[in-house]
């Protein structure tokens, strides 16, 4: 990959921050500034090329720099790690100042011999059909479906031209799904013109306007266009397709750019013409149109793969018995991808059908892929190589982790934060870009998403195919290194996979010193090698949550570099914290000793822990947390705090968790000042309290960005709904545990019961009526879990975006209001653990529906 400096430019852009207080940058703040502007430049030209020349040299000097740089900045903060302020000196760094002159010079040079380069032409029409051709005709198992509902888009009634875009990973079936939709009989009869041709990534705009004359007006014709310029050939085109009724075929296209320039010479005749695109990425499809679904080419599923496989390797004959459960496993370790399962299959029909020679591929399945036809590697490493600077080292990472491991989307942009990667875009926050990035993988059919909560990626994972590719490319580019590799020597990241890998590292310490990430996962006891990560002074990213430990290792207090922090341990984290002052993200699945000291951690951007106890104010001493957007969280212990000091020193919050379970003396919570927030979690809150038999209300006051609310355990009155519907920006709403009470009936009850609260409670009518005015304007999903409601009165009005309604463990409740069926855009209700009149209920709205013409509403009862 073109080697990506952004590291780098982060370490200097934290140096050189005018807001940042803990370093004072003397006599070599010009050398600073120096390597930071050329370092910028220079990643910018390579951002808009693909070169990859210097590489190797581009890589020395970045790391040289980084090391000089952090080393030094090591080394000052623990020999004063008492001090708040440090004075930055450090060894010369001219010498990277003009081998980054020298690197510039030399890629100004080769991106203009780049850009001068012509690309070869592509044969004939008929060559690269014979191409298409090639692609094993055979792997046509699990698309009848993909056909039927292609076909229909194709011959519908609609006469204005569509585009339809099929989408999916490389070798997923897109070009047989498109080359068999494109020869089918009835296709064939339903257009005037028919016309295919291949983009791919370095396309050649003239052989692709000749390849489609070639189809729709005849070789012998096109011959005669062939001296004709590109325009000239365009022009050709498009008069060839006015009133007639075409059917053309983008097969592989990876360019917006490329639509761009060819889609006004595709005219819309009115009479049902068809642009059927075959692409891997979902943002060219949009591009392409973006009013009309995307078909998505799914993997084929267990018995499809099978299938496949059976009939690739015994074509008519009957699986032997014998062979059976081993194929069905080869099958399935090709993850349903149609290309891996033809190659596999091209292998073992040429081989033995005895048990011991398949199970001897069973063994390793994308191996013997790899090793038995480069076809496949090859096809799947087109879509890394075109990836963005900027998304290569992203994509690469997850090669840290094990085969078929999930990974939480979070933790993903955290620790891509943590290295440096992402760089700040104007007022997005580095989070906000992160996302993008990993939304963008997704849509390059590069990460696959594992699991969705009410419809948003929440995990992700890899391939194995793709995985085989990343960890491929990463020892090629020195990006990454598993401890049993024979050549490592001060990786830049390390990954371990079983306790034996980690616990042998204590024999290499020296080759740990420059080592910026370690991530341990996929197993979970090990001894903590204390010594090779006492050397690992530069770290970053240290991952051990996959692990657990008796004991906090209070070694990692010494790793004062880190950005990143995830660990689980059983005792709580001792003073001492607050040392690693770089710290962005802490995943502590743990206790505090001291909670006062994350507040002493100015750089902390997210703090996923179990809990952090709130103490009164003077003794968490507060120092505003500028960057902290992400506490999981904060849990009131005693009754004499309060709540008005932590939250004015969280400005920038946008996710956070309250757990007022023990109480505080605050009746109120003002949280109008935090203008980011927009998740937030209240757990045991005191809607209504009793001290001294009075009736006390605990009051909130919102932000106005609020998109998810989530209530857990909390006591909620008549007079909270006309608050909730005033947050316009609400998209999910989650009550979990909650007890609802009515203001009125509550207060004559408390009285009835001279304060007895177990009978109030049972006394209080369990009722939840939304008034007429009561609009839950933005409000798309709806959960209710574990209520004491038995009766809900609500109509379509009240709800008028609702997409998702959600009723788990409501026992008591009689029915679903009637009108909630009638929400236009509603499309699932789901009910788990419920009353069977309320499932009945459900059922009914469902039924009504469909009588009306709504088939979009789904029931799902379990």
Aim: aromatic share 8%.
């Amino acid at each position: 990959m073109a080697y990506n400096l952004q590291p780098l430019i982060t370490v200097l852009q934290g140096i050189l921050d005018p807001d940042q207080t803990r370093w004072i940058v003397h006599e070599n703040n010009p050398q600073f500034q120096s390597i930071l502007d050329k370092a910028t430049s220079l990643q910018q030209l390579l951002d808009k090329s693909s070169l990859t020349k210097l590489d190797s040299q581009i890589r020395e000097v970045a790391h040289r720099a980084e090391d000089i740089i952090e080393s030094r900045m090591v080394h000052q903060m623990i020999s004063g790690y008492n001090s708040a302020i440090f004075t930055f000196t450090t060894p010369d760094l001219q010498q990277v100042i003009l081998d980054l002159d020298s690197l510039m010079k030399q890629a100004e040079t080769l991106v203009e011999m780049e850009d001068n380069k012509m690309l070869p032409e592509l044969d004939s029409a008929m060559e690269q059909l014979k191409l298409v051709e090639m692609e094993d005709k055979k792997m046509l198992v699990g698309i009848d479906e993909d056909l039927m509902q292609l076909k229909d888009r194709l011959n519908r009634a609609e006469k204005k031209l569509e585009i339809v875009p099929i989408v999916g990973m490389g070798g997923v079936g897109k070009t047989t799904l498109s080359r068999k939709l494109y020869e089918d009989p009835l296709i064939v009869d339903h257009f005037d013109y028919r016309a295919w041709t291949t983009v791919s990534q370095d396309y050649n705009m003239r052989q692709i306007l000749l390849n489609l004359l070639s189809c729709i007006i005849g070789k012998k014709e096109c011959d005669q266009h062939m001296q004709k310029e590109r325009h000239e050939l365009k022009d050709v085109l498009y008069k060839s397709l006015c009133g007639r009724k075409y059917l053309i075929v983008l097969d592989d296209m990876w360019s917006t750019k490329f639509w761009d320039e060819m889609r006004m010479y595709f005219p819309d005749n009115n009479n049902g013409s068809r642009i059927v695109i075959t692409t891997r990425e979902s943002d060219v499809a949009n591009h392409a149109d973006s009013s009309r679904s995307q078909h998505q080419v799914q993997l084929l599923s267990e018995s499809e793969s099978w299938n496949l496989l059976r009939q690739l390797v015994f074509g008519e004959e009957e699986c032997p018995l014998i062979l059976q459960e081993i194929g069905r496993k080869i099958a399935n370790d090709c993850g349903g991808l149609p290309l891996a399962i033809s190659v596999i299959g091209g292998h073992l029909s040429k081989m033995d059908r005895s048990e011991d020679v398949w199970r001897k591929i069973g063994d390793n399945v994308i191996a013997a892929i790899g090793g038995s036809d480069k076809r496949c590697s090859s096809i799947l490493s087109l879509s890394y190589n075109h990836l963005p600077n900027h998304l290569k080292p992203c994509f690469l990472y997850m090669g840290a982790f094990p085969e078929d491991c999930e990974i939480s989307g979070y933790k993903l942009v955290y620790m891509w934060i943590a290295e440096g990667f992402v760089k700040s875009n104007g007022e997005r926050s580095l989070e906000e870009e992160a996302e993008d990035w990993l939304k963008s993988l997704v849509d390059r059919n590069l990460f696959l998403v594992r699991k969705y909560k009410y419809g948003k990626p929440k995990r992700y994972s890899m391939h194995d195919m793709l995985r085989d590719i990343c960890i491929r490319k990463s020892g090629e580019d020195m990006f990454l290194y598993g401890p049993n590799k024979s050549t490592f020597s001060n990786p830049r990241r390390m990954s371990f996979h079983t306790s034996d890998e980690l616990e042998d590292v204590n024999d290499s310490t020296k080759s740990m010193s420059l080592t910026r990430s370690v991530i341990c996962a996929g197993f979970r006891n090990a001894e903590f090698p204390s010594d090779a990560f006492l050397a690992a002074r530069l770290l970053r990213v240290l991952d051990l949550t996959d692990m657990r430990f008796l004991y906090f290792p209070t070694v990692i207090f010494e790793l004062v570099n880190l950005r990143f922090l995830g660990i689980d341990c059983d005792s709580s984290i001792p003073r001492g914290i607050s040392r690693l002052w770089n710290l962005q993200t802490l995943i502590g699945y743990c206790q505090f000793d001291e909670p006062a000291e994350l507040w002493k951690l100015s750089e902390l951007r997210n703090l996923e822990v179990n809990e952090i106890e709130l103490l009164k104010d003077e003794e968490m001493n507060y120092s505003v947390l500028k960057k902290l957007q992400w506490i999981s969280v904060i849990q009131s212990i005693e009754e004499t705090t309060t709540w008005d000091g932590v939250l004015k020193s969280i400005p920038n919050i946008k996710r956070l968790t309250i757990d007022d379970g023990f109480g505080t003396k605050s009746t109120a919570i003002d949280l109008s000042h935090l203008h980011s927030l927009e998740i937030l979690t209240f757990s045991h809150m005191r809607t209504i309290s009793s001290p001294d038999g009075f009736c006390c209300r605990f009051r909130v006051i919102f932000p106005c960005n609020i998109r998810k609310l989530v209530l857990l355990g909390c006591a909620i009155n008549s007079e909270a709904w006309g608050t909730l519907c005033a947050l316009h920006k609400l998209e999910v709403l989650e009550m979990k545990y909650c007890t609802l009470e009515s203001e009125e009936k509550c207060d004559e009850e408390w009285e009835a019961t001279n304060g007895d609260e177990f009978k109030r409670e049972e006394k209080c009518d369990k009722e939840w009526e939304v008034a007429d005015g009561d609009v839950f304007r933005s409000l798309q999903v709806l959960h209710l879990d574990s209520l004491d409601l038995v009766r809900w009165i609500a109509d379509e009005t009240n709800f008028p975006r609702l997409d998702h309604l959600r009723l788990r463990g409501c026992r008591n409740l009689k029915e679903i209001p009637s009108g909630i069926g009638d929400i236009p855009t509603l499309k699932l209700i789901e009910l788990v653990d419920c009353s069977e009149s309320a499932e009945d209920s459900a059922k009914t709205i469902a039924e009504e529906q469909s009588e009306n013409g709504n088939d979009n509403l789904k029931v799902c009862i379990r």
